[in-house]
Protein backbone atom coordinates (compact mmCIF):
# COMPACT_ATOMS: atom_id res chain seq x y z
CA UNK A 1 0.00 0.00 0.00
CA UNK A 2 1.52 3.30 -0.97
CA UNK A 3 0.38 6.59 -0.09
CA UNK A 4 1.42 10.65 0.22
CA UNK A 5 2.10 11.97 2.89
CA UNK A 6 2.22 16.31 3.02
CA UNK A 7 4.15 16.99 5.83
CA UNK A 8 5.54 20.80 4.36
CA UNK A 9 3.58 24.46 3.44
CA UNK A 10 2.15 23.89 0.19
CA UNK A 11 4.10 26.94 -1.38
CA UNK A 12 7.84 24.92 -0.59
CA UNK A 13 9.52 23.21 -2.78
CA UNK A 14 10.03 20.37 -0.93
CA UNK A 15 8.24 17.17 -0.18
CA UNK A 16 7.79 14.52 2.80
CA UNK A 17 6.81 11.72 0.66
CA UNK A 18 5.65 8.27 2.54
CA UNK A 19 5.09 4.80 1.13
CA UNK A 20 4.41 1.59 2.47
CA UNK A 21 5.32 -1.74 0.42
CA UNK A 22 4.03 -5.29 1.55
CA UNK A 23 6.22 -8.44 -0.16
CA UNK A 24 5.64 -12.15 0.40
CA UNK A 25 9.27 -12.28 1.66
CA UNK A 26 10.36 -12.48 5.48
CA UNK A 27 12.58 -9.14 6.17
CA UNK A 28 15.67 -11.59 6.64
CA UNK A 29 14.67 -13.07 2.95
CA UNK A 30 14.37 -9.34 1.35
CA UNK A 31 17.82 -8.33 2.92
CA UNK A 32 19.20 -10.92 0.84
CA UNK A 33 17.94 -9.88 -2.36
CA UNK A 34 18.49 -6.10 -2.13
CA UNK A 35 22.72 -7.47 -0.66
CA UNK A 36 22.08 -9.05 -4.00
CA UNK A 37 21.36 -6.23 -5.86
CA UNK A 38 23.58 -4.07 -4.70
CA UNK A 39 26.58 -6.36 -5.77
CA UNK A 40 25.32 -5.64 -9.39
CA UNK A 41 25.54 -2.72 -11.81
CA UNK A 42 21.79 -2.37 -12.01
CA UNK A 43 20.34 -2.64 -8.82
CA UNK A 44 16.83 -1.12 -9.94
CA UNK A 45 16.85 -4.11 -12.88
CA UNK A 46 13.22 -5.04 -11.53
CA UNK A 47 12.23 -1.16 -11.82
CA UNK A 48 10.95 -0.33 -15.78
CA UNK A 49 10.54 3.54 -14.47
CA UNK A 50 13.48 4.06 -12.58
CA UNK A 51 16.69 3.39 -14.81
CA UNK A 52 20.25 2.82 -13.22
CA UNK A 53 22.78 5.72 -15.27
CA UNK A 54 25.55 4.17 -12.98
CA UNK A 55 26.23 2.49 -10.14
CA UNK A 56 29.83 2.27 -8.99
CA UNK A 57 28.95 0.48 -4.83
CA UNK A 58 28.36 3.57 -3.42
CA UNK A 59 26.96 6.19 -5.42
CA UNK A 60 23.60 5.26 -7.39
CA UNK A 61 22.53 7.57 -10.62
CA UNK A 62 19.16 6.93 -10.99
CA UNK A 63 16.82 8.25 -13.95
CA UNK A 64 12.95 8.16 -12.89
CA UNK A 65 10.20 8.96 -15.44
CA UNK A 66 7.28 10.24 -14.21
CA UNK A 67 4.02 8.84 -16.01
CA UNK A 68 3.03 12.76 -16.04
CA UNK A 69 5.61 12.87 -18.93
CA UNK A 70 8.53 14.75 -17.53
CA UNK A 71 12.03 12.49 -15.69
CA UNK A 72 13.73 13.49 -12.90
CA UNK A 73 17.70 12.92 -12.57
CA UNK A 74 19.17 12.18 -9.05
CA UNK A 75 21.23 10.08 -7.19
CA UNK A 76 21.79 8.26 -4.15
CA UNK A 77 24.48 8.52 -1.68
CA UNK A 78 26.00 7.62 1.73
CA UNK A 79 23.84 4.08 1.50
CA UNK A 80 23.87 3.23 5.67
CA UNK A 81 22.63 -0.21 5.78
CA UNK A 82 21.74 -1.23 9.11
CA UNK A 83 20.74 -4.67 8.86
CA UNK A 84 17.51 -6.02 9.33
CA UNK A 85 16.11 -2.48 10.66
CA UNK A 86 17.00 0.44 7.97
CA UNK A 87 18.71 1.15 5.09
CA UNK A 88 19.39 5.14 4.59
CA UNK A 89 20.84 7.57 2.29
CA UNK A 90 20.59 10.77 1.01
CA UNK A 91 19.72 12.60 -2.65
CA UNK A 92 21.29 14.79 -4.73
CA UNK A 93 20.23 16.17 -8.44
CA UNK A 94 16.84 16.79 -9.19
CA UNK A 95 15.71 15.76 -5.85
CA UNK A 96 17.84 16.63 -3.25
CA UNK A 97 17.40 14.95 0.17
CA UNK A 98 17.51 12.15 2.77
CA UNK A 99 15.74 8.71 3.13
CA UNK A 100 15.25 5.86 5.37
CA UNK A 101 13.54 2.55 4.71
CA UNK A 102 12.28 0.71 7.68
CA UNK A 103 12.16 -3.07 7.21
CA UNK A 104 9.22 -4.41 9.42
CA UNK A 105 8.41 -8.39 9.88
CA UNK A 106 5.06 -9.05 9.36
CA UNK A 107 5.18 -12.56 9.88
CA UNK A 108 7.14 -15.63 9.00
CA UNK A 109 7.07 -14.63 5.31
CA UNK A 110 5.78 -11.63 5.11
CA UNK A 111 7.17 -7.63 5.54
CA UNK A 112 7.13 -4.04 4.49
CA UNK A 113 9.36 -1.93 3.73
CA UNK A 114 8.72 1.50 5.26
CA UNK A 115 9.57 4.48 2.56
CA UNK A 116 9.76 8.00 3.99
CA UNK A 117 11.87 10.22 1.83
CA UNK A 118 12.26 14.24 2.27
CA UNK A 119 13.39 16.01 -0.54
CA UNK A 120 13.55 19.49 -2.38
CA UNK A 121 12.99 20.12 -5.91
CA UNK A 122 15.71 21.15 -7.68
CA UNK A 123 14.49 21.48 -11.24
CA UNK A 124 13.90 25.62 -12.04
CA UNK A 125 10.57 24.85 -13.47
CA UNK A 126 9.57 22.53 -10.36
CA UNK A 127 10.40 24.86 -8.20
CA UNK A 128 7.98 27.88 -10.14
CA UNK A 129 5.39 25.46 -10.93
CA UNK A 130 4.97 23.84 -7.68
CA UNK A 131 2.56 26.73 -6.10
CA UNK A 132 0.08 25.16 -8.82
CA UNK A 133 1.29 21.60 -9.73
CA UNK A 134 2.54 20.28 -6.10
CA UNK A 135 -0.39 18.07 -6.07
CA UNK A 136 0.31 16.17 -9.92
CA UNK A 137 4.56 15.99 -8.75
CA UNK A 138 2.90 14.56 -5.54
CA UNK A 139 0.58 12.03 -7.73
CA UNK A 140 3.36 11.28 -10.19
CA UNK A 141 5.39 10.08 -6.75
CA UNK A 142 2.62 8.24 -5.56
CA UNK A 143 2.12 6.41 -9.22
CA UNK A 144 5.50 5.45 -9.21
CA UNK A 145 5.69 3.96 -6.20
CA UNK A 146 2.71 1.77 -6.69
CA UNK A 147 4.16 0.53 -9.72
CA UNK A 148 7.59 -0.18 -8.06
CA UNK A 149 5.63 -1.87 -5.31
CA UNK A 150 3.69 -3.89 -7.78
CA UNK A 151 7.15 -4.41 -9.88
CA UNK A 152 9.12 -5.77 -6.72
CA UNK A 153 6.12 -8.39 -5.98
CA UNK A 154 6.83 -9.62 -9.28
CA UNK A 155 9.86 -10.22 -9.50
CA UNK A 156 10.16 -11.68 -6.01
CA UNK A 157 7.14 -14.37 -6.74
CA UNK A 158 9.10 -14.85 -10.35
CA UNK A 159 12.50 -15.62 -8.56
CA UNK A 160 10.30 -18.40 -6.53
CA UNK A 161 9.56 -20.51 -9.50
Known sequence: MVGPSFGVASMSSEYVLVSHWSVARSREDLWDVL?????????????????????????????????????LRFSLDDLVRQR??????????????????????LGPSSSRMDIDWRVAVDRRWMRLTGWFLRPAFVAGHHLIMRQGERNLRRWLEAQRV
Not at 47 to 66: F, Q
Not at 85 to 104: C, H, K, N, Q, Y
Open 84 to 105: PETLSFTSDGDLRGRGIVTFVE
Open 35 to 71: DEWLATDDPMVWWPSVHTESYDGSTLRLRARSVLGYA
